[in-house]
């Protein structure tokens, strides 16, 4: 193998894409059947550092000459190639599948352990049962938490809707109150302002009259008589 | 593609309309159907939803409506295929609303991933390894939780039910290379977080 070939295997890393093709090709399908799997069967296809598939061998330089890039089975045979020289993808992808197994156990055990641990889950003869009821009166059964959704959320709108009034007219009532006496005294005071202005205008107040011809409703005082004006009495100066 | 395994004695005639030739669907006997095809649909919609009760609600509204449909099943596809398409659209219809996001975090059956991690095959395992294995566990449950809908239901198609491509292609009503292409980027996330992860491990 050239020895430029060998150090391109040893330092360019697989692509993203080359990475979970072999993740996909190793990932164990399911039942044929498609029925449940056996958490045991997955099981055994556990990845291990000493078993796995991309255990990273000492003896690993053999290439020979494989290109790093081609299809189908060569692709494949490339990619293994690499992972037996590169210690780092071979440790990221060995990391990678141990953990996605992990998932799937894990969450196929726990599902299984689930439904037989749910105290409303009905046999498979009781569950054909209820379907077929249901199919009768033609009600799907997941809107049974969503009829029952709906009603605790129209009992809380009413009690809400029942408490809001009665918040309102103890807190509110004051300045509703105060909203009714203002426009009269918005009115009133308009109203006054209109009685100053006609007052005003006109040319001399009733109460102004004596003021404005002082003479006009008096004798003339003779020479030797002041009008003392505090007391209103006319003094008679000999 | 996934076989069908009836036997045909199991399988009766359903009652159809007046006057026409009865169809015959394996779903006639809903019992077998049930008993063999409920706990992966349940796991499915759990692992989806990740609420008890909501899983089983709609895993039986699956086979309500899989019974009420059934003159549709021609057997172009097997009936784990069939079944897990009617519960992909169940689930896209009850996911699809804000309304399911509220109440999601309020169920009191939401999963705890602590419970999930407690089945994580430990065959003499140190301490170590298993909370290294716990704490994995916990970053790809997060991580496809915070997956778009669509990358979710395809990993979990793969990685949980273990479906091939095409076989996710043909329940998710999508191409090969989109399934594919959803596949990349959900374990492109998937990727890169469990890249730090083992980052920090190492420090």
Known sequence: ?238 | MLEQTFHPASISRSGALEGVEPVVTPFDDLESVVALYEPRIFRFLLSNLRDRDLALSLTQDTFLRAWTARASFRGDSSISTWLMRIALNLLRDHTRTNRFRFWKKAAASAVDVADVATHIPQPGSSAEARLIASEQLALIWDTVAELSSRQREIFLLRFVEGLEIPDIANVTTLPVSTVKSHLYRALGTIRTRHSGLATREKE
């Open chain 1, 1 to 238: 193998m050239p020895d430029h070939r060998q150090s391109q295997l040893q330092t360019l890393h697989l692509s993203h894409e080359q990475l979970c093709d072999h993740l996909l090709s190793l990932t164990p399908v399911s039942a044929a059947d498609g029925t449940e799997t056996s958490v045991a069967l997955v099981a055994a296809s556990r990845p291990t550092e000493q078993t796995g598939p991309y255990l990273v061998s000492t003896a690993s330089t053999q290439t020979n000459g494989t290109p790093v890039l081609l299809s189908g089975l060569d692709a494949v045979t490339a990619v293994e190639d690499h992972l037996r020289a590169c210690p780092s993808c071979a440790s990221e992808l060995n990391s990678l599948q141990s953990a996605l197994f992990d998932f799937r156990v894990a969450s196929t055990s726990f599902a299984a352990a689930e439904l037989r641990g749910l105290a409303s889950h009905p046999s498979p003869s009781q569950t054909t049962q209820r379907v077929l009821l249901l199919a009768k009166a033609g009600k799907p059964i997941s809107t049974r938490p969503l009829a029952w959704a709906i009603a605790a959320t129209l009992l809380v709108g009413a009690s809400i809707g029942s408490m809001v009034p009665l918040k309102v007219h103890h807190s509110a009532q004051p300045p509703a109150a105060a909203g009714v006496q203002a426009e009269p005294t918005a009115e009133s005071d308009e109203a006054l302002l209109e009685e100053v202005d006609q007052t005003l205008s006109t040319e001399v107040p009733s109460a102004m009259k004596p003021l404005s011809d002082p003479l006009s409703n008096q004798q003339p005082l003779a020479s030797n008589q002041i009008s003392d004006q505090t007391t209103g009495k006319t003094i008679i100066h000999e």
